[in-house]
């Protein structure tokens, strides 16, 4: 059993930047699969970037590609999502999750295979 708690999110004027983070209790996140998603309304959830076991592989979908980043905090227990260059696009509620998978080599961002997921943190975009 893993806990995720995901926070950072708020309102932000286009071109802006956010730091979002997942918390874990429960299990140590360095361990597995971390994902970032999103939802936006009326929207299915997206996948938009996860990082794999320790630090050896993260993935970028092409929505967020070069201004989105995703990396650890070891001795926080948390995984974070440092995003610039926000649009309006970008609104919607962010998720993280993991499917608790141990020693991945390699990251993945499949919604039905993420077994623990956070409440979420709401990210609004506008001017």
């Known amino acids: 059993q893993v806990q995720l ?14 730091r ?8 140590t996140l360095y361990d597995y699969n971390i994902g ?3 939802q936006a309304p009326g929207n299915e959830r997206e996948g938009i970037s996860c990082i794999s076991t320790g630090d050896g592989n993260t993935f970028y979908g092409d929505s967020v ?3 989105f ?14 995003m610039t260059n926000l649009t309006p696009e970008d609104t919607a509620v962010y998720y993280c999750a993991t499917d608790l998978i141990p ?3 390699y990251c993945h961002i499949t919604v039905d295979g993420m077994s ?4 979420g943190t709401s990210v609004t975009v506008s001017s």
């Open 20 to 27: 979002l983070s997942c918390t874990g209790s429960g299990r």
């Open 69 to 82: 980043t995703i990396f650890r905090d070891y001795a926080k227990n948390t995984v974070y999502l440092q």
């Open 5 to 18: 708690v995901e926070s950072g999110g708020g309102l932000v004027q286009p071109g802006g930047s956010l």
């Open 65 to 67: 590609k070069g201004r």
């Open 103 to 105: 020693g991945t080599a």
């Open 36 to 38: 970032w998603f999103r």
């Open 116 to 119: 623990y997921w956070g409440n």
